[in-house]
């Protein structure tokens, strides 16, 4: 059903909870990982920086990047699940849209993410990654609420 399914990582506990379940799922389904870590440059900070620094910054991200994406592969492989890795630049101001960029270029046929669950004026300030993708991105998408979330929403 699922043979290849995203799971885009970014160190929260939200995006790990999306892994967890994004694991089992892969384990039942004898499906593929492909795991995702975007690098958001922030591409205005970039001009404000000095290109000694700039090159300094970028290089601390995808190291970062390279060591959460090490540990998820390894982390599924110890359940038995296959998996492929991705470091990916963002491509433009909106992580989201590289995510779904990336789900289809991966080839993928779902895309699993954690989300915080945000309701109201904290929603439309902070945006949500999670919701632009279950927007624009034309795979299923399953969405993973963080246990924090849910124990807010139901008191």
Excluded at 56 to 78: F, P, V, W, Y
Excluded at 93 to 105: G, H, N, S
């Amino acid at each position: 059903m699922y043979a290849k399914i995203l799971v885009p990582l970014d160190g929260s506990p939200t995006a790990f909870r999306g892994f967890e379940e994004a694991v089992a799922l892969a384990r039942a389904l004898g499906s593929k990982l492909v795991l995702m870590h975007v690098i958001d440059t922030f591409p205005v900070a970039v001009e404000m920086v000095p290109t000694t620094t700039w090159q300094e910054i970028s290089d601390g991200l995808r190291q970062q990047g390279e060591t959460l994406l090490a540990k998820g592969k390894e982390t599924a492989g110890n359940h038995g699940v296959a998996v492929e890795t991705r470091l990916v630049e963002a491509r433009t101001e909106r992580v989201a849209d590289t995510i779904v960029q990336e789900a289809r270029d991966a080839g993928c046929d779902l895309v699993v993410m954690g989300t915080h669950g945000r309701r109201g004026f904290n929603r439309v300030l902070m945006g949500s990654d999670a919701e632009i993708v279950l927007r624009y991105c034309p795979l299923p998408v399953l969405l993973v609420r963080h246990p924090e979330a849910q124990r807010a929403h139901h008191g």
